[in-house]
Each structure stands twice: as structure tokens, then as C-alpha cells.
């Protein structure tokens, strides 16, 4: 099936991805410069400039770090956005869990050509669906088919659905069977498509294969090694605990919605990681540096394929965008959104340098872009 004949997502979903293309191939001129001296306040200025309630941003490299911030971290108040604020980092989490599958894979635990079916028989079926036609590596990849979960989950789709939802539980089974409802998107492997559903499938298979479930694998293997205190897989807790900004959702209207409460269990392995653009910053220098994953792993991650879902230009690979650069060549990342924050983080194919942004509420197109513009300067290292 074309693109223009799916249905779009907007939740969870990198559709930010698309403005970086604009960006990238006319230049850096997206964003007005303000007037302040420091470049990467002057790109965080530009953001909260297109309507954002608060922004925050910070680059790395050896050596260095630098941290800019606009807005509150509260409608209506005074409070600034702190420093290293926790905040729902959306879909950046399918990074996690591709890293997590491909550290399996390296140890002859689970193979890339294995089949839904083998590892989870039965789970992926009915309206054409079928589980022994797709591979572990087209779900990481977003080639499987699998039909999108989101449309189902009332509390991400209306201000009266997330107020009568947002204390709902969901377990893994009933997602994909929620997902089921739908028929494919095309025969796996045929195509691309965005699929939340798929990651929920490889958190079931990293469960099936280990023993333990997803949120333990991912702390043992990643958070605990790396040291990121900041991050967490909160389950079905539904409050961010320790410093944050609140986050606000409009759902399509004029009205902003204080959207910071949600239980999570929607998007285990697709969407529900709590992290601080420190602990981000930290995670893709150690992925892209090969300090996660053998080189093997490593190499099969980052080889991509085109998107053209998202635009002419971008390259998916397993768990990571790739994204290109006005400065020539691209880098590896991904933009996560779920209810209010949305973030934008990559790293240079080396991992020596990094950027992340996060904002509280939804702003337009042009706050996309603007975010885009700052991934942009940031990493051709413009202003090193």
C-alpha cells in the first residue's frame, strides 16, 4: 500500500523527522537567531519562540557540556525548567530495546531471522495477520506490516479520553491483540512502515527469550552499566517522580491539558522510559562509541534503509534514524514524543558528540523545525 493511503500517527511516532529534512537540505535557516550571544540559547530561545510552555537543551563533547533552557517548567508560573528534569522520552525507548535485542543476538540467544511465530506462537494473527511470515529483524526495523496500536488507546486520543484513561493498565497481549483488529499495512518485508506494535512485540520476545522481563533487562543492561540515575522503565507507575517540568497536550484544539500523569503500559518497549537529556546524552555516546554492542551488532544497527514514510532522505535502521546533515554526511538518533514532551536526540556516527532537546507541550511545525535546526548546528559542530 502507498503512503498516502496509511493511516498517519501522530503519537509516539518521529514525525519530527520529516521537518530535519527541510532543514537539512535548505540550510540552517528554519529558526530566526535571537539576539543572546550563546548559539545554543539562541536555538532553544527559537523554539520556545513558536509557542512552547518550556524548553531544554544540552550538547556534548570530550570534554565539554553545555546546557541552554527557555520557558517554565509549570504553565502560569515563574519556575524554570530544571536543569536535569526527568521527562517521558516517547520513542527514543525503541533505542533501548534494540540495543537490548541485538546484545541477545550477540550472545546466540535470538537471531535476526528468527519468527514472531517461533518465539511467541499464536500472539501475532487473524485479519491477515501472521506471525511465522515475520522476523525479529523486520519488527526493529519497521518492515514487518504490523498494524499501528495507537488508534485503540482512547487516553492519547482526546482531552476526554486521557482524563477517563490516563490511570489505565495495559499488559503487552492485550496491545498486540488491540492491534490485531487491523489488518497489515503490506506483506512483511515488502515495505516501511511505523509501527508502535512492533516494538511491543520484541519487548515480549526479549521476555520470552531471557526468562525476565523487559524493564529488567533493560536496567540490568543498560542502566545500571552506564550508571544512568536518571533513567527508569516505570511500568504502569503513572507519576514522574523527582524534578520535571509538566507536560501539556492540545489533541488538536486550542486548549492545553495537563497531560504529566500517564500509566505507561501502552508502550512498554515502544515509548515508556523516563530519562534526562544527561542520561540520553550518556546512553547513545556509549551506543554509537561501542561500548553496548559488539561491532557486529553495532554495524547491523546502523545499517539503514529509506523511510520514505517520513521524507525523501531519511534512513531507518534497527532502533535508530538517519538522519543527514547540512554539513555533509548524517547522524544516528531518534525523536521520541508521548503526551506533551517531545524530544529529539542523536549522536555523531562515532558517539564523541551529542544533542538532545526536549520541550513540554506541542507547539506546530515550525517548533519541529526548529528543533530540527538545532540537532542540525549542534552536531555539524558549528559551534565547537
Not at 527557555?70 to 534494540?98: V, Y
Not at 484544539?253 to 504529566?260: A, G, M
Not at 547491523?300 to 514514510?309: K, S, V
Request: glycine fraction near 12%.
Amino acid at each position: 500500500m502507498g503512503v498516502s493511503g496509511r493511516r498517519r500517527r501522530r503519537l509516539l511516532v518521529p514525525v519530527g523527522l520529516a521537518a530535519l529534512l527541510v532543514v537539512a537540505s535548505t540550510g540552517l535557516t528554519a529558526a530566526a537567531a535571537p539576539s543572546r550571544a550563546d548559539p545554543l540559547q539562541q536555538q532553544v530561545d527559537a523554539i520556545h519562540d513558536t509557542g512552547t510552555v518550556g524548553v531544554l537543551a544540552e550538547v556534548t563533547s570530550p570534554g565539554t557540556r553545555d546546557i541552554a533552557r527557555a520557558g517554565t517548567a509549570e504553565m502560569g508560573s515563574g519556575k524554570p525548567m530544571p536543569q536535569n528534569g526527568r521527562f517521558r522520552i516517547g520513542s527514543a525507548t525503541k533505542t533501548f530495546t534494540a540495543a537490548v535485542m541485538l546484545q541477545l543476538v550477540s550472545e546466540g540467544r535470538v537471531s535476526l531471522g528468527d519468527t514472531v511465530q517461533r518465539w511467541l506462537p499464536g500472539v501475532v494473527h487473524g485479519n491477515g495477520n501472521d506471525g511465522s511470515r515475520i522476523t525479529v529483524r523486520e519488527l526493529l526495523q519497521h518492515t514487518s506490516g504490523v498494524p499501528e496500536v495507537l488508534p485503540y488507546i482512547p487516553a492519547l486520543g482526546s482531552a476526554d479520553g486521557y482524563r477517563t484513561e490516563r490511570f489505565r493498565s495495559y499488559t503487552p497481549e492485550q496491545l498486540v491483540g488491540l492491534a490485531m483488529r487491523t489488518p497489515p499495512e503490506f506483506p512483511p518485508g515488502t515495505d516501511w512502515s511505523y509501527s508502535n506494535t512492533n516494538y511491543i512485540l520484541a519487548a515480549m520476545i526479549i521476555q520470552r527469550a531471557t526468562g525476565r522481563s523487559w524493564a529488567q533487562e533493560v536496567d540490568d543492561r543498560i542502566i545500571r552499566p552506564l550508571g544512568l540515575t536518571g533513567t527508569g522503565v516505570p511500568g504502569a507507575f503513572p507519576f514522574i517522580t523527582g524534578p520535571h517540568a509538566r507536560s501539556y497536550a492540545d489533541f488538536g484544539t486550542d486548549t492545553s491539558t495537563d497531560v504529566t500523569a500517564l500509566d505507561p503500559s501502552m508502550a512498554v518497549g515502544s515509548g515508556s522510559i523516563i530519562s534526562t537529556t544527561h542520561d540520553l546524552s550518556r546512553f547513545y555516546a556509549a551506543l554509537l562509541g561501542g561500548r553496548l554492542l559488539a561491532p557486529a551488532q553495532l554495524d547491523a544497527m546502523t545499517t539503514t534503509m529509506p523511510a520514505p514514510e517520513l521524507g525523501d532522505g531519511l534512513r531507518y535502521g534497527l532502533g535508530v534514524g538517519e538522519i543527514p546533515l547540512s554539513c555533509g554526511g548524517s547522524y544516528f538518533g531518534h525523536v521520541g514524543e508521548l503526551l506533551g514532551y517531545h524530544s529529539w536526540v542523536g549522536a555523531t556516527r562515532d558517539g564523541t558528540r551529542t544533542a538532545v532537546v526536549y520541550t513540554t507541550s506541542d507547539g506546530d511545525a515550525d517548533t519541529q523545525q526548529a528543533m530540527g535546526t538545532l540537532m542540525d548546528e549542534e552536531l555539524c559542530g558549528s559551534h565547537s
